[in-house]
């Protein structure tokens, strides 16, 4: 057979140039060439930003050596990711909670342990969940709700993991609404002991992360009765099964609740507790307790109990930063040396692709920053209180941080939700592998929009908040920090239309921050108008709510982006200490600012805060703001610093060499031959014999 000469693979295979020696693998270079041409290409440089978005160059060094660290351990590592069964991800994923507790324990550095456990959180969700049950809502509800000498009892059992803890809380029947709980504790005067019941099915615990196969005691929130009398919900430390057996206790069933959208090396497990006694001291007593002789001292404010819950649903914020973190970097990377087209061109230099991604690479930004500032602000308030002990103080501040961590987890868990899935579609047909890594972290990120308190009724509870706020506002009384701007109302309201006289006025921070001030003020009074309105046209409370639920829920939405939009700001002109990386965080502030205006924009204009005209302006400047961000995309997803193994996309790979390694991974996981399938289903219909 003749040799094909240059002239005759163009014709043959339709490429502009013949390959080089390397035959196929010159698409490889392609490639590679392609994403080092990108990164020459950026503004700034991304190591720098990475410093800024770590905190300092320290903390980037203990992640890196945290990630050296993981990714030398093979008991921390998971081989066939995305091809291992449900019981082999569990018992992988459990190998990975004994390895890491081992080493965590080994090292002396808190700062580097802390790195440790972010590290495997971002890189496996399982992990990160088992991790989170045990080591946060469990810990931290003995910590937050128990007396000094319960945590000291429990401290170093719950720190070296010879105790496994799970957080009970959602039931069968019931989620949000905590009222309606149907789980008891009755104290037994005579045997100072609780006897624990679950009342009905639908009082059975559901959902509780470890509780299937391996948690050996649970804080579970229960009614507590005293001579027949309901007192309210209490956490209690129940025992669930034998430390060296593994065996069910007398009185607890549990079970594994099945196949789920995500985390499948999670066991979410029920639990019903059928009169299970535990001694007296095992209600956490921090805030309320029970007598030997059954004298009740009442919670100073029931929403004491709920504490915890404020943590947890900030500490999303860190889920939807990673999750996003992740799938940005691939669609990016991807969109940098994917080519297609007439022109052959990079598919992220289409407007359209820009525009899928760019305003959520920016809007994540801000939610980092917020993510870090909310958190730390809230871990102070704890350390205070347990410092202090100043209820009053305390009570006023949880209030705040309530409606904050309410509204946050509500409206960033939708608005992530939403952006996973713009971006996985920017992955065209290889979108629907698994191997892309994009799929598996939507659906393990599926539980943050519900899991943690549902988000619609999590808006509601920030709505109440802010309606009450407007009117303490309008009394000249207090406010918390959170709606504090509450109190400047009239001047806020006062600016009733957006003025501008050139474009670049658009780019102008006040200019932006009035324009989400504004919204936010006007659609709080707007709902709480329409309530007040429907209760003094005779409607009871629940009706008027019900009825105008949709504008209430709404109205929060302005409020959270007011929320990113104070840290965003605060973080950008903290940039101006770094030079190389101000002008760029100043075009992402823009872009996150403008185009959350540009998504609302059914309100401005409702509210007359600006006309089409001034839309169509702000439009065209989002898209301008997209095309000025471009040559900077690659540098700004390499910012978050995820190694590959973090990644686990081939579509997402450093280097860019995305085919070869896609190639080899599918080959690698799925060999070549004959189903197991073919004599018993195929043959029969194919067979000529």
């Keep these: 057979m003749a040799h094909l000469g240059d002239t005759d693979a163009k014709e043959y295979f339709g490429w502009a140039h013949a390959p080089p020696a390397a035959g196929l693998g010159a698409s490889k270079n392609e490639e590679m060439a392609t994403m080092?041409?990108?990164?020459?290409?950026?503004?700034?440089?991304?190591?720098?930003?990475?410093?800024?978005?770590?905190?300092?160059?320290?903390?980037?060094?203990?992640?890196?050596?945290?990630?050296?660290?993981?990714?030398?351990?093979?008991?921390?590592?998971?081989?066939?990711?995305?091809?291992?069964?449900?019981?082999?991800?569990?018992?992988?994923?459990?190998?990975?909670?004994?390895?890491?507790?081992?080493?965590?324990?080994?090292?002396?550095?808190?700062?580097?342990?802390?790195?440790?456990?972010?590290?495997?959180?971002?890189?496996?969700?399982?992990?990160?969940?088992?991790?989170?049950?045990?080591?946060?809502?469990?810990?931290?509800?003995?910590?937050?709700?128990?007396?000094?000498?319960?945590?000291?009892k429990y401290a170093d059992d719950i720190e070296h993991m010879r105790i496994?803890?799970?957080?009970?809380?959602?039931?069968?029947?019931?989620?949000?609404?905590?009222r309606g709980l149907e789980t008891f504790a009755v104290f037994d005067k005579e045997r100072q002991e609780f006897i624990i019941n679950s009342a009905s099915l639908t009082a059975t615990k559901w959902w509780i992360g470890m509780a299937g196969e391996v948690a050996t005691h649970t804080v579970a929130l229960c009614n507590l009765v005293i001579d027949g009398k309901v007192k309210g919900l209490h956490w209690f430390l129940v025992p669930l099964r034998d430390q060296n057996t593994g065996e069910l206790l007398p009185g607890i069933t549990a079970g594994f609740v099945g196949a789920r959208a995500g985390r499948h090396g999670l066991d979410n497990g029920w639990i019903q507790f059928t009169h299970a006694r535990i001694p007296r001291e095992?209600?956490?007593?921090?805030?309320?307790?029970?007598?030997?002789?059954?004298?009740?001292?009442?919670?100073?404010?029931?929403?004491?109990?709920?504490?915890?819950?404020?943590?947890?649903?900030?500490?999303?914020?860190?889920?939807?930063y990673a999750s996003l973190a992740q799938v940005l970097t691939i669609s990016v990377r991807y969109g940098a040396v994917r080519r297609q087209g007439e022109q052959n061109q990079q598919i992220l230099d289409y407007q359209s692709h820009q525009f899928q991604l760019f305003p959520t690479l920016a809007t994540l930004y801000g939610v980092l920053f917020t993510s870090n500032e909310t958190i730390a602000a809230w871990t102070n308030i704890q350390n205070a209180f347990e410092q202090t002990g100043d209820e009053k103080e305390y009570m006023a501040q949880s209030a705040d941080y309530h409606s904050t961590s309410a509204c946050l987890?509500?409206?960033?868990?939708?608005?992530?939700?939403?952006?996973?899935?713009?971006?996985?579609?920017?992955?065209?047909?290889?979108?629907?592998?698994?191997?892309?890594?994009?799929?598996?972290?939507?659906?393990?990120?599926?539980?943050?929009?519900?899991?943690?308190?549902?988000?619609?009724?999590?808006?509601?509870?920030c709505a109440r908040y802010l309606i009450a706020s407007f009117k303490r506002a309008r009394e000249g009384k207090p406010l918390g920090a959170s709606v504090r701007y509450l109190q400047d109302q009239d001047r806020i309201l006062s600016k009733s239309k957006l003025?501008?006289?050139?474009?670049?006025?658009?780019?102008?921070?006040?200019v932006q921050m009035d324009a989400l001030l504004y919204l936010s003020t006007k659609m709080i009074m707007a709902a709480g108008t329409s309530l007040a309105t429907a209760l003094g046209n005779g409607s009871s409370m629940?009706?008027?709510?019900?009825?105008?639920?949709?504008?209430?829920?709404?109205?929060?939405?302005?409020?959270?982006?007011?929320?990113?939009?104070?840290?965003?700001?605060?973080?950008?002109?903290?940039?101006?200490?770094?030079?190389?990386?101000?002008?760029?965080?100043?075009?992402?502030?823009?872009?996150?600012?403008?185009?959350?205006?540009?998504?609302?924009?059914?309100?401005?204009?409702?509210?007359?805060?600006?006309?089409?005209?001034?839309?169509?302006?702000?439009?065209?400047?989002?898209?301008?703001?997209?095309?000025?961000?471009?040559n900077d995309a690659v540098a700004l997803v390499d910012a978050f610093n995820m190694p590959d193994w973090i990644i686990k996309s081939p579509l997402g790979r450093y280097d860019g060499n995305i085919y070869e390694a896609y190639f080899d991974m599918v080959v690698k996981n799925n060999p070549v031959g004959r189903p197991p399938y073919w004599e018993s289903d195929i043959k029969p219909m194919t067979s000529k014999l």
């Design 542 to 630: 629940g009706d008027a709510w019900n009825n105008n639920m949709v504008e209430l829920i709404e109205c929060t939405k302005p409020h959270c982006w007011v929320l990113v939009m104070r840290n965003f700001e605060r973080k950008v002109e903290l940039s101006r200490q770094h030079p190389p990386i101000y002008p760029v965080l100043k075009k992402l502030m823009d872009l996150f600012a403008l185009y959350q205006i540009q998504k609302m924009s059914d309100h401005f204009l409702e509210h007359k805060y600006f006309d089409a005209e001034t839309l169509k302006t702000i439009r065209k400047t989002v898209l301008q703001l997209c095309r000025e961000i471009r």
């Design 164 to 178: 496994i803890g799970c957080f009970a809380m959602t039931e069968l029947g019931h989620s949000s609404f905590l």
């Design 36 to 152: 080092a041409k990108e990164r020459s290409n950026a503004s700034f440089p991304s190591r720098e930003m990475t410093y800024f978005l770590d905190g300092g160059a320290e903390q980037t060094r203990y992640y890196e050596l945290a990630n050296t660290l993981i990714s030398r351990d093979p008991q921390l590592m998971k081989e066939r990711f995305f091809d291992l069964t449900g019981p082999e991800n569990r018992a992988k994923t459990m190998e990975q909670v004994r390895r890491s507790n081992a080493v965590l324990n080994n090292i002396k550095d808190p700062k580097l342990a802390a790195a440790v456990r972010r590290q495997l959180a971002i890189y496996d969700k399982s992990y990160s969940m088992r991790s989170y049950v045990h080591r946060v809502i469990f810990k931290e509800t003995i910590w937050a709700q128990g007396t000094k000498e319960q945590w000291s």
């Design 282 to 320: 095992n209600m956490l007593m921090k805030f309320a307790q029970v007598l030997p002789d059954g004298t009740y001292k009442a919670l100073p404010n029931q929403a004491l109990s709920y504490a915890t819950l404020i943590g947890e649903r900030l500490a999303a914020m860190e889920e939807i």
């Design 409 to 461: 987890k509500a409206h960033l868990g939708w608005w992530c939700a939403d952006a996973l899935e713009l971006a996985r579609r920017t992955l065209g047909g290889h979108a629907f592998s698994a191997y892309t890594a994009v799929a598996g972290v939507i659906g393990d990120y599926g539980v943050i929009t519900t899991g943690g308190g549902d988000n619609t009724v999590l808006a509601q509870q």
């Design 499 to 510: 003025r501008i006289t050139s474009p670049s006025d658009l780019l102008k921070t006040d």
